[in-house]
């Protein structure tokens, strides 16, 4: 038996979610943790034998927690992905082997493939940045509204395997739809983070999660944040040798910082207009 059990968030995903399931087919306990999806993701998904579960979202790690606080999962350990994701064969061996290799441990973080394109985006998409996606759900929990921290208590491993990401799969127009949305929340964190105690320490912190954030708390800090983003993914991150999907997804991730910024201006600039009102 396969000591995995399968979390999959999902939000009108019924042009990925057969393939997702079907990469972790061998797991007998798949989890769909559904935003009321209008299209047929529940439908396809109970086809599959999973079984789902519905909330509606809120943010991130107010959605997550609630998840992997609620769910009752079969097995002690729980693989997330989101629809757009699969599991390729390495990671699956590797997840199947579990219930001797994770003795010890509370969580383990693997790498993702991102594509764009048809071409996996190996240098502009940061590659490869370690994330927490097996854990035993009493040992984790998720901060921040929309790119959570994960916080483990306890020892967290690497495995070798890959996760295989599709970020553009419902189109460009998505992308930005979706990430219009996000970054109405990193405008509220950002907002917070700017006036956080930055520890220069964190920058070298061999845990994945507070390196991450302390990157964070401290890109937050820099003025000409979009224009440091794309000089970062196509020049020093050398995101040019990866073609024009590189080119574009650069410019696209600069576009997503300058919408967080002119966010957290708008919200400083109604801030100081109300405190300046007299009634």
Avoid at 126 to 152: A, C, D, M
């Amino acid at each position: 038996m396969v000591p995995v059990s399968i979390l999959i968030l999902t939000k009108n995903e019924e042009i990925n979610i057969e393939r997702c399931i079907q990469s972790v087919a061998w797991s007998d306990d798949i989890v769909v943790f559904d935003s009321f999806s209008d299209d047929r993701t529940v439908e396809i998904a109970e086809r599959l034998g999973a079984r789902v579960i519905q909330r509606k979202f809120d943010n991130w790690s107010a959605h997550q927690n609630w998840g992997v606080e609620n769910i009752k999962f079969k097995h002690s350990w729980v693989y997330y992905t989101d629809a757009d994701e699969i599991c390729d064969e390495q990671l699956q061996e590797e997840l199947v082997r579990l219930g001797v290799a994770g003795e010890g441990f509370s969580a383990f973080q693997v790498r993702r493939k991102d594509y764009f394109m048809g071409r996996w985006l190996k240098r502009s998409q940061l590659y490869p940045t370690w994330i927490t996606r097996v854990f035993r759900p009493e040992k984790i929990r998720y901060e921040r509204l929309v790119n959570p921290v994960v916080i483990v208590e306890g020892k967290t491993g690497l495995l070798q395997g890959h996760i295989i990401h599709y970020p553009f799969s419902h189109g460009v127009g998505h992308w930005f739809e979706r990430h219009n949305k996000y970054s109405d929340m990193e405008a509220q964190d950002l907002i917070k983070e700017v006036v956080a105690e930055f520890h220069f320490s964190e920058l070298f912190s061999r845990d994945a999660a507070v390196k991450r954030r302390a990157m964070k708390t401290l890109a937050y800090k820099m003025p000409g944040r979009p224009l440091l983003m794309f000089g970062y993914l196509y020049f020093v991150r050398l995101g040019l040798l990866d073609g024009l999907p590189g080119l574009r997804y650069s410019l696209m991730r600069s576009m997503y910082e300058y919408m967080i910024d002119l966010k957290v201006s708008e919200h400083r600039f109604k801030q100081k207009t109300a405190e300046g009102s007299t009634f």
